[in-house]
């Protein structure tokens, strides 16, 4: 559904900051550069003509790149923070699909002219994803952190424990309150990971798979409903659920990011008698079957409860099979599971991740309280984003 380059810009941006202002400037824009400090703009190549270039920004704006005659062109390698690896190539050489951050200053109209072009191939930048898919099926794990201790998470996977062992080197991401697009991410620490989040981690594993060295964590706190549909309003993109944990009436909003998706009444059954069975029930429901993405791992992630709380199992790693719908297929009265973000702590606002209908018989297994199959914020299918169809790399 999306096309994930989050990798690519904290790259891009980063080999900006290694360089500083005029590092690799033509002499002729230096005195300019100290006249009015340098602007810069980064996104995708969507038109190219001549020395014009039509870049849409990562902001959402079409800018209009206007590159003079000996204005240096460099392209770097997918990951790479080092310029002094770049090589310089012809503009001629930039393609549509091509990443690029230029720095330079902004006219009147809006348009930019360019005195420095950064370029990362799209070609290699697919090639990169796709190795990093690979890695992070062989060697991710993730869950809900239940513990923290010094550098060391806790990271439960329904009834599994893993043992996570972050160092210096381990690089952090960090999820904000509104999107679990990877590119929307930013650098985080360890001390910003609480009792309750979702983590994703990537790293060596024991032998027996319950201890991970991380060299790199994906973090992010999320709300995870189950309840019936009180009020629905399809043309407004909304609708209210009454929490079976909290019996808070919740307001969500649908938007063109939510995963819909539809049980069968086989597969809720099936399910139901899982949930019935207890541990037993919610560890196969849980088995960590890695289904080929760089995302965080719909087999092997447990999504929070509302309050931090957890149930045993994941749903999350059949999603991406399910058939789609709509919020127009729903109807008041329906039984749904939803993962969404809060517009703000403690907000009874909220905005769907992923909504689950068809979960009548699972929610009647355990009518006391918290399900015992929840689902996760990021759900990947047979191999892409958020909406079971992206391409690319790094978690969502």
């Known amino acids: 559904m999306r096309t994930r380059t989050g990798f690519c810009t904290v790259s891009l941006v980063a080999a900006l900051a290694l360089v500083g202002g005029a590092t690799i400037q033509p002499r002729a824009s230096r005195a300019q550069t100290a006249a009015a400090p340098a602007t810069r703009q980064i996104g995708t190549v969507k038109t190219v003509s001549g020395n014009a270039l039509t870049l849409a920004a990562d902001g959402g704006a079409q800018v209009s790149v206007t ?3 000996g204005v240096r062109v460099l392209q770097l390698a997918p990951g790479s923070t080092d310029l002094k690896s770049a090589q310089p190539i012809a503009l001629g050489d930039v393609s549509v699909g091509d990443r690029i951050l230029v720095t330079g200053k902004s006219a009147d109209d809006g348009s930019f002219e360019a005195n420095r072009v950064i370029l990362m191939k799209s070609s290699d930048i697919a090639q990169k994803n796709a190795t990093e898919q690979t890695d992070w099926q062989r060697r991710g794990s993730g869950g809900l952190v239940s513990a923290i201790g010094g550098a060391n998470l806790t990271v439960s996977a329904g009834a599994r424990k893993i043992q996570v062992e972050t160092t210096s080197a381990t690089k952090f991401r960090r999820y904000g309150s509104d999107s679990v ?4 991410t930013k650098p985080g620490t360890l001390d910003q990971i609480q009792v309750g989040d979702q983590v994703r981690v990537r790293g060596d594993k024991s032998e027996d798979g319950l201890t991970i060295k991380a060299e790199e964590i994906v973090s992010g706190s999320f709300k995870n409903l189950a309840g019936t549909i009180a009020t629905l309003n399809a043309a407004g993109g909304s609708l209210t659920l ?3 944990t909290t019996k808070k009436t919740m307001t969500v909003s649908i938007t063109s990011n939510s995963d819909l998706r539809k049980l069968p009444p086989e597969m809720a059954a099936r399910l139901a008698a899982r ?4 541990a037993a029930g919610a560890q196969t429901a849980n088995s960590p079957r890695p289904t080929g993405s760089a995302s965080p791992s719909a087999a092997d992630t447990s999504a929070p409860r509302s309050g931090g709380r957890s149930g045993g ?9 399910l058939p789609t719908e709509t919020l127009a297929d729903l109807k008041s009265g329906e039984a749904v599971m939803i993962v969404a973000t809060e517009s703000a702590p403690g907000s009874d606002k909220l905005t769907a991740v992923t909504m689950l209908s068809g979960v009548e018989p699972i929610l009647a297994a355990t009518p006391s309280g918290s399900p015992a199959l929840t689902l996760s914020p990021w759900n990947v299918g047979g191999g892409g984003g958020s909406g079971a169809e992206g391409a690319g790399s790094g978690p969502q």
Not at 181 to 184: A, H, I, R, T, Y
Not at 313 to 321: E, P, V, Y
Request: no cysteine; aromatic share 4%; net charge negative.
């Open 242 to 244: 009454k929490d079976l």
């Open 275 to 278: 949930a019935r069975g207890g």
């Open 67 to 69: 590159v003079a005659e």
């Open 181 to 184: 697009k990877f590119e929307d």
């Open 313 to 321: 199992g994941d749903l999350s790693q059949m999603i991406g099979r």
